[in-house]
């Protein structure tokens, strides 16, 4: 596609509830990213891959968070047990090698709401 | 480790008046510095970036920027509104190790009235 896509845009979940965030980056690009954007913050890394190898996940804020990559292309973020505070916009970022020289094109996000 | 701080959460200009969004950074290595604009409900555009070339950089939409060290700082400037620039502006520096990561600052909302 012409962008980075990500489904569903919105996502309402009662709290005890697992959801599965899709990202679909530019065909070819090497690097994705995920990020957390609470309201009203500046979105915080959550984890890093390079094709299907996840080199750094040092930002997932719990074991009930797991991303994977499988195929190297499409990148699913999974929460488990979802809790209240775990309520943000999801992004997804994906550059053609990572670089700090490479733009990385970000998605529209997907919003989770947990009640 | 690296840190990026954004004066001013909320900005409100008029029409055709001087923008300027500060961003202070903190990193014990060379930076690279981003701005980033978010319009409502899209995702992050790059407006522009420092990597050790010309301390003035030039990005789109007739925003720029201007690294100093001395003052690590890197303040986004745009001589002229336009109500189309209403939005929210991320800082960003990437963490080093090359790998893409971005570390942004708070946001600051940029309010334009007519």
């Known amino acids: 596609g012409a962008g980075v896509s990500q489904s569903p845009r919105y996502k309402v979940a009662k709290r005890g509830q697992d959801v599965a965030l899709r990202c679909d980056p530019i065909?070819?690009?090497?690097?994705l990213f995920w990020y957390q954007q609470a309201l009203g913050q500046g979105p915080e890394f959550l984890t890093y891959?390079?094709?299907?190898?996840?080199?750094?996940k040092s930002g997932l804020p719990s074991d009930r968070f797991f991303a994977e990559r499988p195929e190297g292309s499409v990148s699913t973020l999974k929460i488990q047990r979802t809790q209240q505070e775990d309520s943000a916009v999801y992004l997804c970022?994906?550059?053609?090698?990572?670089?700090?020289?490479?733009?990385?094109?970000f998605g529209q996000g997907t919003r989770l709401t947990v009640v | 480790a690296q840190s990026v701080t954004q004066l001013g959460s909320h900005v409100s200009v008029s029409e055709g008046a001087l923008v300027l969004l500060r961003c202070n950074y903190s990193?014990?290595?060379?930076?690279?510095l981003f701005w980033y604009v978010q319009y409502p409900n899209q995702g992050l555009q790059l407006l522009l970036k420092?990597?050790?070339?010309?301390?003035l950089v030039k990005g789109i939409n007739g925003f720029e920027a201007e690294f100093k060290k001395s003052e690590t700082s890197f303040h986004l400037t745009k001589p002229s509104a336009h109500m189309s620039d209403a939005a929210e502006y991320f800082c960003?520096?990437?963490?080093?190790?090359?790998?893409?990561?971005?570390?942004f600052g708070q946001g600051t909302t940029l309010q334009v009235k007519p």
């Open positions: 065909s070819g690009h090497v690097s």
């Open positions: 970022a994906s550059s053609l090698d990572g670089g700090v020289n490479t733009e990385a094109f």
């Open positions: 960003a520096v990437s963490e080093t190790g090359n790998t893409g990561k971005l570390i």
């Open positions: 990193s014990s290595v060379p930076p690279y």
């Open positions: 891959f390079q094709n299907e190898a996840q080199l750094d």
């Open positions: 420092y990597t050790s070339a010309a301390t």
